[in-house]
């Protein structure tokens, strides 16, 4: 069993910034975990993919969010970030952190997703 955590979401102006964070927990070791990734999913819309990181630092960002969101992760801490920068009302969703694989006790868990946090950009 290993869990994802978010934690960081709130309410901010257009403008202002948030950092959010996602922290893998398993009553186990965790030995490995793949690539990991931001997703979002504002009022009536579909969910949609922020940015991912992989295991060795490559990032991939959609064209909305490039150059004001930063991705990063800390592999030893089993965490990643997201800093949010320049924000937007458009920004306002719920973001969840995912991890295509984590391994603990030498057992795979595949697409394992957190809860949520929520962001709301007010205009």
């Known amino acids: 069993q290993v869990q994802l955590v978010e934690s960081g979401g709130g309410l901010v102006q257009a403008g202002g910034s948030l950092s959010l964070s996602c922290t893998a927990a398993?009553?186990?070791?965790?030995?490995?975990?793949?690539?990991m990734g931001w997703y979002r999913q504002a009022p009536g819309k579909q969910r949609e993919l922020v940015a991912h990181i992989t295991s060795g630092g490559s990032t991939i960002y959609s064209d909305s969010v490039k150059g004001r969101f930063t991705i990063s992760r800390d592999n030893a801490k089993n965490t990643v970030a997201l800093q949010m920068n320049s924000l937007k009302p458009e920004d306002t969703g719920v973001y969840h952190c995912n991890t295509i694989r984590a391994v603990v006790d030498g057992i795979d868990y595949f697409e394992v997703w957190g809860q949520g946090t929520l962001v709301t950009v007010s205009s």
């Open positions: 398993a009553s186990g070791r965790i030995e490995k975990i793949d690539g």
